[in-house]
């Protein structure tokens, strides 16, 4: 049984320092939660130490995304190259090990027409959708949702306080996808294994673990 796992977080460095400098209005509680225990050391590494990571739990393939807040609060100027950055080491990643990871797109999303561009150039790349965390603006985002735009890619937005392995969500496109939130949650293998048997039947718990994120995402190997 192949078992995929979406937002699966890891941090580019240069990004956190960014919005760390930001006024206390702008800026966002969550990288607190990166620096605690080893969480930042398993974010910075997009290769083995990951890779051994998901062997250890028995996930075939994470797709990738940048921890919350990425870019979104900062300036149009300061988000664009950020994005850029952090969506050309993820394809790096996926070009490295393109069995084991796929990865979500970072955005600009300060600047619409930016980040629609960003997202075209990104689907150049292979990417398999874009991250949109529940932080753009004003209006906050209060679903959880999968959609798709002209370019065939999903969006996959996150709320501000994911779901763990044992809460599945149903989706409106997709069904069933589950999310072990790396490396905030951490399920053992037998935690993932228990998860799995809790469908009627072996199709429906393969439909679950990778068909969905295989149709959804348009994983074809």
Known sequence: MTVIAIEEHWNLPELTSAVRALPDDRGDESIVLDELGDNLERLDDI??????????????????????????PLDPADALPLAMRANDIAAEAVRRHPARFRAFATLPMADARRAAAELERTAGLGFVG????????????????????????????????????????????????????????????????????????????????????????????
């Open 47 to 72: 290769g083995e130490a990951r890779i051994a990571a998901m062997d250890a739990q028995g996930i075939d393939m994470q797709i990738l995304s940048l921890a919350p807040p990425v870019t979104q």
């Open 130 to 221: 874009a991250m949109v965390y529940e932080r753009p603006g004003a209006a906050p985002l209060t679903t959880r949702a999968t959609t798709t735009c002209s370019l065939r890619p999903p969006h996959w937005v996150s709320p501000l306080h994911p779901p763990v392995l044992a809460r599945p969500h149903r989706q409106p496109v997709a069904g069933l996808l589950f999310s072990t939130d790396y490396p905030f949650q951490r399920p053992s293998k037998a935690d993932i294994d228990r998860f799995g048997t809790a469908f009627p039947t072996d199709e429906d718990r393969e439909r679950f673990m990778a068909g969905n994120a295989r149709a959804l995402f348009a994983i074809t190997s």
